[in-house]
């Protein structure tokens, strides 16, 4: 695992003895760098057993919970695909903000899921932040505007990443530049290849 700093040091705990060799991570196209890097991995105990469990930092690096993905072969459950522990207000931060604030001098790159920025990480834009969602909320925005002065917006190419981007223009375009990062329909930043990656971001 990623060293950290921890503010909850019982998840610290639970998140030890993680497996990073995971076929569901390796499946998802992360190597093996990209996957100590971020700390994640399948979780054999606690709230997340049963699932690949992904740390959750603020911006400062202190650990604050961890999502738990259903993993394919997993039973269906009512709460989706992600588990969140109980209290936990993902509005109130940005996935990899920690990491990302170090390279934001030329800008930050805002997608929504964890998997797509662990994904554009691994190709080398360590400027990468995700909302954890297909909306960003207020202190989201506070959180951005307060670590740069422009934003690339690479959201799914769906209906819901389509109504993300008008959030942004509504909310902040006097505020920061902003440049949308278009996906063609049915695309998402993880699953694209480095050449794709590369010929929408440079």
Known sequence: MAEVRSANPSL??????????HAYLVARGLTIPTIKTF?????????????????????????????????????????????????FKKSFVLFNLHRAREHASGGLIVVEG?????KLHQAGHEN????????????????LAAHTDRLALMFDGDEAGVACVRQFYGHLRTRLFLKEVQLATGEQPDSLPLERIRALLG
């Open 114 to 118: 964890f998997f797509d920025a662990m």
């Open 12 to 21: 610290e705990r639970e998140l030890r003895d993680l497996n990073p060799d």
């Open 128 to 143: 990468v932040v995700a909302l954890m969602g297909s909306t960003v909320s207020r202190e989201q925005e506070e959180l």
């Open 39 to 87: 700390g994640v991995g399948y979780c054999k105990r606690g709230l997340m057993r049963g699932r690949i469990a992904i740390p959750i930092h603020d911006e400062h690096g202190d650990l604050v919970a961890y999502a738990g993905r259903a993993i394919e072969n997993a039973p269906a459950e009512p709460t989706g695909k992600y588990r969140l522990p109980d209290g």
